[in-house]
């Protein structure tokens, strides 16, 4: 597909069924330095509708305009006071609202080649728009491209309003409203009087931060599967377990999970449930311990950090450094569940930090993959209260915008989650065949992590890397072993 072959067919702006009554919102630490990155750009690919275009866009525009009214700071603009304060004022001046076409092209001349293709790129609104622009643009803008036998459904957000747990809480209850349902499940929470709150002022240049990496150097992506056999056996081979400790491993995570995981099903269900899984752990975990003379063995890696792991190392290899050189790997961290108090699991704007892992390129190729996966485990088990405390104070003493990008060539950053609902969004006539971005924010290095279309634990990852650097990630048999398809 030809860059400038998507033809937008008409824009219009769609604005909350009610006024809203929220008043301004401040943007805390987390959002502040958010505002020199790319608007958030997601979306879904789906089958044809069993209904004509028309009807599409009015449903859709319906839906939107009532989501919105749950969702008010996405409906209003970006101001800053005379004290250099940045605020959300929920005014109701609405959302962008795109109709596009590129009826030449199916859904297999999009999810076929092994690399993404940028025609997705031309299927979002705000296209390396800089957050701080939301001081006069829109927050929000909604684009549905019409395909040849499906249609995308694509979102463009400011990053300095919502971070993932925020958009997709968003997308799901759009999705919702869309399919029908008449009350939402998981209303946002507005409050402002965390920690994140800050009465340090973040200076911009004249005209607005920029974006601190290059948006023309050659990239190349692609979407690595891994299903949930493959999770499970690079976990096992980390945690140096057998294959009849897999059910252990199941059960392990799960429990972890549930004190950071904001997506929590039904309180008295998941309380039996936990209470089954403590019990038979008790004694299952006794008898299936695997043995070991390392001390740290007994630590418990994550299926993302093993899998993490396994990227690092590839990665690293594939960019051929000195044994000398270190490397970075990139972790964000929700923080609502890690802060004391809590915030609410659906807090709605940024609480994000980024945590930073560091290593040698010759530790991370010579020592084997759990040591890998050991310190990425170890620095986000560290990141309690305090520490994230402290990097709020950090970022007060000197405040400045995130510095995205990969400024001395060996740096992996990871975004997303797995754990984030991007298919649980039914418009109406069924799942998303595929969740893909836009171009917002990508470097060679950036990745970003989605549940497996499939579900029960795959996972997806969205890996962006200069030519060079993929064709070497593409011939890592280490890597590629557990890779689907």
Not at 23 to 34: I, Q, R, V, Y
Not at 53 to 69: E, F, G, N, P, R
Not at 181 to 204: D, G, H, T, W, Y
Not at 221 to 242: C, D, M, P, Q, Y
Request: net charge positive; glycine share 8%; hydrophobic share 40%.
């Amino acid at each position: 597909m030809r860059p400038g072959s998507v033809t937008i067919v008409s824009k219009s702006t769609v604005i909350p069924e009610k006024k809203s009554s929220l008043g301004d919102l401040k943007l805390s630490a987390s959002d502040l330095p958010m505002l020199s990155c790319h608007y958030i750009q997601k979306g879904g690919l789906f089958t044809r509708p069993p209904f004509p275009i028309d009807a599409l866009l009015a449903l859709l525009k319906s839906a939107l305009s009532s989501t919105l009214v749950h969702f008010p700071p996405l409906a209003g603009r970006l101001i800053t006071d005379a004290h250099g304060y940045v605020y959300i004022t929920c005014n109701d001046a609405g959302v962008d609202f795109i109709h596009a076409n590129a009826g030449h092209v199916f859904i297999r001349d999009l999810l076929s080649p092994i690399h993404v293709p940028d025609s997705f790129k031309e299927f979002f609104a705000f296209d390396r728009t800089v957050s701080y622009d939301g001081h006069f643009k829109p927050i929000m803008a909604v684009q549905v491209t019409e395909l040849a036998d499906g249609v995308f459904i694509g979102c463009a957000v400011n990053h300095a309003v919502t971070d993932g747990t925020s958009f997709w809480n968003f997308f799901n209850t759009f999705a919702d409203l869309s399919r029908g349902l008449k009350r939402i499940s998981r209303a946002p929470c507005f409050e402002r009087n965390s920690v994140l709150i800050s009465q340090a002022v973040l200076m911009v240049p004249q005209g607005g931060p920029k974006v601190t990496f290059s948006g023309d150097a050659p990239l190349a992506e692609r979407i690595f599967s891994f299903s949930r056999e493959a999770i499970l056996k690079l976990k096992s081979k980390v945690n140096n377990h057998k294959s009849s400790f897999i059910g252990e491993i199941d059960a392990i995570e799960i429990l972890g999970k549930q004190s950071n995981d904001p997506w929590k099903p039904d309180q008295k269900a998941s309380g039996k449930v936990t209470s089954v899984l403590e019990n038979w752990l008790r004694n299952a975990v006794a008898v299936s311990k695997p043995q070991t003379d390392c001390p740290n063995q007994t630590v418990e890696i994550s299926s993302f950090q093993s899998l993490s792991a396994l990227l690092w190392r590839a990665v690293t290899r594939a960019r051929k450094f000195h044994p000398s050189k270190t490397t970075t790997f990139r972790m964000a961290v929700n923080v609502r569940q890690r802060l004391e108090p809590k915030l609410d699991p659906l807090y709605f704007g940024n609480a994000i930090q980024s945590i930073p892992t560091y290593a040698s390129a010759g530790d991370v190729l010579s020592r084997d993959l759990r040591w890998c996966a050991e310190q990425l485990n170890s620095n986000v088990k560290a990141h309690n209260d305090d520490m994230v405390r402290k990097f709020i104070g950090d970022w007060e003493s000197s405040p400045k915008c995130f510095p995205l990008g990969n400024f001395d060539g060996a740096m992996i950053t990871m975004g997303s989650s797995p754990r984030f609902p991007m298919y649980d969004n039914d418009f109406g006539w069924g799942r998303p065949m595929a969740i893909r971005g836009g171009r917002a924010n990508k470097f060679d290095g950036k990745i970003s992590a989605f549940p497996g279309r499939e579900g029960g634990g795959s996972v997806d990852l969205e890996v962006v890397l200069s030519p060079e650097t993929m064709a070497g990630l593409e011939s890592d048999s280490e890597f590629m072993q557990y890779v689907t398809g």
